[in-house]
């Protein structure tokens, strides 16, 4: 099931009849029917991929009990867990991307290998729901988490279905305590998640569906663009992708609070960043955060020395791209913000002198923003390209060849500055957290897009990250 869809909420409506009539919302008996209908969630789309979620959750159940039972094994134990969930979705996700890559190396040196590639469907969330129960034995082996005795938990944990697809990344560490103290439903938290899930939809449904039609049509027609077009297609993209992501995330977030769970914040207005290192900490939080504490830092971090350093920044930005699908052209997404992030790095290490005028500080920290958001737009042509012919000419188009600017764009153009200039406002003013806050504001937008809904609604296309 989608969140975007009338059968979910068909679905949604005698589950929550259950849950809030539940006088014990952390019983065993509510955690199992929230498991039940997790499970359903997730089943809906390919019954047998159940048995890898329910798979992944024995091995890092048993595995966890064991790093702290067997400690003479504990190493042992992390790899168990490692390899299992790692191997499956290492197969699943990337078997024909190394197969094919195999054969095509060997043909360069003129051997002819015949690669075998699985015609199977990718399971919907896995590289969601690996990291974050990767997370949970990770914690156990390093101390930082008691093992759980309930299997029952740890189940909840992996297949939480407002999160389960396509995130946010949740930690353990956060949700674990979450199942042990009993939380009130109150008005105010199933008022703000109904909120939530109504920006995340609008935020899909009106902007994102609205906005793909007219970025697959500057992607597929690429050779046409000119300079105005191509530059247009980026940034277009840049709007229908976080529209799309940040939609989900925000109905994961408000389904979860609708149960009495915080998920945390997953964007952060990120095109109002200043540098890439800021947008990092402003674009899918949970998975750079992830990356942060589980890769780069155990790799060594910042603490090695300039050169070890860059080789980390590197590393985990490749690594981060691959995460994202079996294509050459994630890895060249990653290498391009690893490589932005190290220049960065040493332009702001030769620049430390701090700029005393207010209205010096102003101008640069809006260049600065303005110059993010442009190589950030520049990053998504790779991201979204579907050659690296495409890539390489859709970015060298950017910058060369006839301006080609068409009334059509203006419309997109118009797009791309409304949504720009509503992250730049928010960096200073949190207007979505007032509306929150503030009962007859709430009402308002709220009537605004329930009526949006039903007049601006797009073509409806599935949400982007259900492919990663």
Same mark, same amino acid.
């Given at each position: ?36 209908? +997790? ?17 992944? $959750? ?8 064991? %790093? ?6 504990? =190493? ?16 699943? =996700? ?18 002819? %290998? ?6 199977? /469907? /990718? ?6 729901? $690996? ?35 396509? &995130?946010?990344?949740?930690?353990? +560490? ?12 109150? $008005? ?40 105005? &077009? ?7 993209? &840049? ?46 939080? +949970? ?16 603490? =090695?020395? =300039? ?38 790095? /040493? ?21 600065? %923003? ?99």
């Amino acid at each position: 099931m989608v969140f975007n869809s009338i059968v979910f909420f068909l679905t949604l409506i005698p589950f929550l009849g259950f849950y809030y009539t539940r006088r014990n919302r952390r019983s065993t008996l509510t955690k199992l029917g929230v498991l039940l209908y +997790s499970y359903f969630f997730y089943g809906m789309w390919n019954p047998a991929f159940l048995l890898l979620i329910i798979g992944s $959750t024995l091995v890092d159940y048993f595995a966890a009990r064991l %790093i702290v039972v067997r400690p003479g094994h504990r =190493k042992l134990w992390l790899l168990l867990s490692l390899t299992t969930n790692l191997g499956l979705l290492g197969f699943f =996700k990337y078997f024909n991307f190394f197969a094919h890559s195999f054969a095509w190396m060997a043909a360069t040196f003129g051997f002819e %290998i015949s690669a075998g590639f699985l015609d199977i /469907l /990718l399971p919907v969330g896995i590289s969601f729901y $690996t990291f974050q129960t990767l997370s949970y034995t990770i914690d156990v082996y390093r101390g930082q988490l008691d093992p759980r005795e309930s299997l029952l938990d740890v189940a909840v944990f992996v297949a939480f279905f407002p999160q389960l697809v396509a &995130g946010p990344i949740v930690r353990a +560490s956060d949700f674990f305590p979450q199942l042990e103290t009993e939380t009130p439903i109150r $008005t105010d938290a199933v008022a703000d998640g109904i909120f939530l899930v109504l920006w995340g939809l609008f935020l899909k449904v009106v902007i994102a569906d609205n906005v793909a039609y007219r970025a697959d049509a500057l992607f597929d027609n690429w050779q046409a663009n000119g300079i105005a &077009g191509s530059w247009t297609a980026a940034m277009l993209f &840049g709007v229908q992708i976080y529209c799309d992501f940040a939609g989900y995330s925000l109905i994961a977030i408000g389904l979860a609070r609708m149960m009495g769970f915080e998920i945390p914040q997953n964007f952060n207005a990120p095109y109002a960043a200043a540098g890439l290192s800021d947008f990092w900490t402003r674009w899918h939080i +949970s998975l750079s955060s992830w990356l942060r504490d589980y890769l780069y830092i155990p790799l060594g971090g910042n603490r =090695k020395g =300039k050169g070890r350093t860059h080789v980390n920044l590197m590393t985990t930005m490749v690594l981060g791209g691959l995460w994202h699908g079996a294509s050459v052209m994630f890895v060249i997404w990653g290498a391009i913000h690893g490589g932005a992030l190290i220049g960065e790095r /040493l332009v702001r290490g030769r620049f430390r002198t701090p700029v005393q005028s207010p209205v010096l500080r102003r101008t640069f920290l809006f260049t600065g %923003i303005v110059v993010t958001y442009l190589v950030v737009s520049v990053t998504w042509i790779p991201f979204r390209a579907r050659s690296i012919e495409q890539c390489l000419g859709m970015m060298g188009s950017l910058f060369q060849g006839p301006v080609g600017f068409r009334m059509g764009l203006v419309r997109d153009l118009a797009v791309i500055a409304v949504v720009f200039g509503a992250h730049v406002y928010s960096r200073r003013y949190d207007f979505l957290g007032h509306v929150r806050r503030s009962g007859r504001m709430r009402f308002a937008m709220a009537t605004f897009i329930l009526v949006s809904l039903y007049f601006l609604r797009g073509q409806g296309t599935e949400f982007i990250y259900f492919q990663f």
